[in-house]
């Protein structure tokens, strides 16, 4: 429970008589405080419940990321002439253009794995994550880490 307290002064000025308006904000709480507790609690170790879900992927020194803009894909023959034979059979002096330069990724497909830890191993996602794919045997000849990809917290 809170009580607000307006007070409202009148300034008189030679040509106006002016308002100010000055707002206090006073907060009453109406709660007996175990102070003892409180610092008690302060001290000890913060513990959180709960467990945190978090989602990675292996890292591939094969991996590929390629960002293309869809002009410069449309200009490559190969695949101009796999466009026009697909969707555009017997037809002649065609031109492939687009409206907006928007960016394509080429990117390797992964496969994403989860894994379940408590909210207090926080600060040891990234290693709990990779012990976790080495347990698994995950890790393989040409991949050496993970990527985390979404934590979420569980109730």
Do not use: W
Request: proline letters at 1%; charged letters at 30%; glycine letters at 2%.
């Amino acid at each position: 429970m809170f009580s607000v307290t307006m007070i409202v002064q009148k300034v008189e000025d030679s040509m106006n008589s002016v308002k100010i308006c000055q707002f206090d904000i006073f907060l009453h709480f109406f709660s007996k405080i175990d102070y003892d507790t409180i610092r008690k609690q302060a001290h000890k170790e913060p513990r959180m419940d709960g467990m945190i879900k978090v989602s990675y992927t292996v890292m591939c020194k094969n991996d590929v990321s390629i960002e293309l803009t869809l002009n410069k894909l449309l200009e490559n023959e190969k695949i101009a002439k796999a466009i026009k034979s697909e969707f555009a059979t017997g037809l002649r002096n065609l031109a492939l253009m687009s409206k907006n330069n928007c960016e394509v990724t080429i990117k390797t497909a992964k496969e994403v794995h989860e894994l379940e830890v408590s909210k207090n191993d926080f600060a040891d996602l990234l290693e709990l994550a990779e012990e976790d794919a080495r347990k698994n045997k995950r890790l393989k000849k040409e991949c050496d880490g993970v990527e985390l990809v979404n934590i979420v917290t569980v109730d």
